[in-house]
């Protein structure tokens, strides 16, 4: 059974940078692609950034291209999601999500293991 913890967000203000986590149990992240989405109240949950397994495809969103970054530590089957000059519209809880195979990818119903998410709030 793959269970993936984030840990990471908080209460921040406009500027500001947050590292997010996400540890995976039950399965070898080396083997597969990791993605990071979010969900900002009343809205739908949308695709932020996502890695390929070995980490040489990355992909990110247009709204946070040059803001966050994705990346993966396989020795600690950990994926990260750092993101600097935080914006009040970046507000919502962040997901991590294990791809069904070995690439990154922006399509949601690709994932087929999800964490509980952890709330990002960006003050102005």
């Known amino acids: 059974q793959v269970q993936l913890v984030e840990s990471g967000g908080g209460l921040v203000q406009a500027g500001d940078s947050l590292r997010l986590s996400c540890a995976a149990s039950?399965?070898?992240?080396?083997?597969?692609?990791m993605g990071w989405f979010r969900q900002a109240p009343g809205k739908e949950r949308e695709f932020v950034a996502a890695i390929s397994w070995r980490g040489a495809g990355i992909y990110y969103a247009d709204s946070v291209k040059g803001r966050f970054t994705i990346s993966k530590d396989n020795a600690k089957n950990t994926v990260y999601l750092q993101m600097n000059s935080l914006k009040p519209e970046d507000t919502a809880v962040y997901y991590c999500?294990?791809?069904?195979?070995?690439?990154?990818?922006?399509?949601?119903?690709?994932?087929?293991?999800w964490g509980q998410g952890t709330q990002v709030t960006v003050s102005s």
């Open positions: 039950g399965r070898t992240l080396s083997r597969y692609g």
């Open positions: 999500a294990s791809h069904a195979g070995w690439y990154g990818d922006p399509r949601m119903w690709e994932y087929d293991a």
